[in-house]
C-alpha cells in the first residue's frame, strides 16, 4: 500500500514537469532518484553499472533509515523497498543538503501531498 500510494504521489508529482525547461529546475532533479524506486528494472540496471543515481538512492535509503524518527513513515516505506530488494547501503556520495531534500519530498508523497 506504501509502495502504491509513493508511486503515485511520484507520479503526480512529475507532471508538474512536462516541459523541458522544467526538467532544469531543482526540484526536478531532486526528484530523479526516485525513478528507480517507481521501476524496479530501471533500479537494477542502475545498480549493476553502479551508476551515480544507484549511488543517490542508497545515499537517501541509509538517511532514511537514520532518520525514522524524524519521518516514522519511513520505517514502513523502507521494509516494503526490502522486500523488494532495494536496500540502503552506504556509499558517501550524496550532499547532506540534497539528502534533507529529497527525504522531505519522499515524506510528502507518503503523507499524500500529491494525491489527486
Known sequence: MMYRIFCE???NYIKNFKNKSAKDEYRYKIAKVFGLIVNPQKFYKEKSKNSETYQNLC?????????IHRYPKFKA???TLESRQIEPVYCGKTPQNVLEEQAKLANMFLNLMYWE
Open 59 to 67: 545515499d537517501l535509503l541509509y538517511y532514511m533509515k537514520e532518520n
Open 77 to 79: 516505506f523502507l521494509w
Open 9 to 11: 504521489n511520484y507520479y
